[in-house]
T-cell receptor, first 113, second 115 residues
Framework: GDSVTQMEGPVTLSEEAFLTINCTYT??????LFWYVQYPGEGLQLLLK?????DKGSNKGFEATYRKETTSFHLEKGSVQVSDSAVYFC????????????FGDGTTLTVKP | DAGVIQSPRHEVTEMGQEVTLRCKPI?????LFWYRQTMMRGLELLIY????????DSGMPEDRFSAKMPNASFSTLKIQPSEPRDSAVYFC?????????????FGEGSRLTVL
């Protein structure tokens, strides 16, 4: 079955540092890939997505590229802010399966001033 | 537009009591999902519906859990009787299946504490 593996956390960075959170996946076919973010006390919200190989999703300074050859979708940001502190989830979905998603375990990011 | 609306936001109950969690999906979304989040097990899919019909309930932990979707704008997740190990945050999410984006729209969750 499908699976998503994220780098283990927690991750602690200083403000303006470079961020990478690794995500690899195992799936048949051509799933869509997502990064969701969860701020304290809130539900998950979509951060960015990519629906086919070599697509780059981007939002709020975050980027991730769909790499089929390495089955990866690593999340990056060039300069993090304190407000980026949250839990980040990598996920995949087969649209033909009505959006049923497989999530990674989540990576907690703390950014210190 | 209103997002996914869940109620109650917080529920504290005693072991053995019945708990009902409610969800109103985004209008026009025809897939609905119930997830449970705990520190130990992360995010678990409990059940999902397409066009109000339960498609996969393999994630429902046991017979104490049941979910219904009587119409396109309302779903419930019921736990009877509740146990302390059911303490978690329960999320409802909806998706516009017709557009096949795969993106999920989550509510803010219902935090359940069973004493």
């Amino acid at each position: 079955g499908d699976s998503v593996t994220q780098m283990e956390g927690p991750v602690t960075l200083s403000e303006e540092a470079f961020l990478t959170i690794n995500c690899t996946y195992t799936a048949t076919g051509y799933p869509s890939l997502f990064w969701y973010v969860q701020y304290p006390g809130e539900g998950l919200q979509l951060l960015l997505k990519a629906t086919k190989a070599d697509d780059k999703g981007s939002n709020k300074g975050f980027e991730a590229t769909y790499r089929k050859e390495t089955t990866s979708f690593h999340l990056e940001k060039g300069s993090v802010q304190v407000s980026d502190s949250a839990v980040y989830f990598c996920a995949l979905s087969h649209p033909a399966n009505a959006g049923k998603s497989t999530f990674g375990d989540g990576t907690t990011l703390t950014v210190k001033p | 537009d209103a997002g996914v609306i869940q109620s109650p936001r917080h529920e504290v109950t005693e072991m053995g009591q019945e708990v009902t969690l409610r969800c109103k999906p985004i209008s026009g979304h025809n897939s609905l999902f119930w997830y449970r989040q705990t520190m130990m097990r992360g995010l678990e899919l409990l059940i999902y519906f397409n066009n109000n019909v339960p498609i996969d309930d393999s994630g429902m932990p046991e017979d104490r859990f049941s979910a219904k979707m009587p119409n396109a704008s309302f779903s419930t997740l019921k736990i009877q009787p509740s146990e302390p190990r059911d303490s978690a945050v329960y999320f409802c999410a909806s998706s516009p299946m017709r557009k096949n984006t795969g993106e999920l729209f989550f509510g803010e969750g219902s935090r359940l504490t069973v004493l």
